[in-house]
C-alpha cells in the first residue's frame, strides 16, 4: 500500500494536482474541479487527524478497527 509520507508517492500526488484543470470536462462523477479538490483535501484531513469533526472521528475509529 502506497503512503503519503513516501517521497515518491508525495510527488505523484503533488503531479497529479498539478494537472487539474478547472475548465476540464470530468471524464466521470458530477463534481467540478474545486469541489474535487475539496473533497480529497478532506478527505486527507480525516486521514492525518487534522479534522477533528464528529464524522471525521467515526471515519477514524471505522477505519482503524481490527476485523
Known sequence: MKSIFS?????EIKQRIEQVNAHQTPKWGKMNAAQ??????KTIEIALQKNNGKKAQHFYEVAHQKF
Open 7 to 11: 517521497q515518491d508517492t508525495y510527488s
Open 36 to 41: 474535487m479538490m475539496h473533497h480529497c483535501q
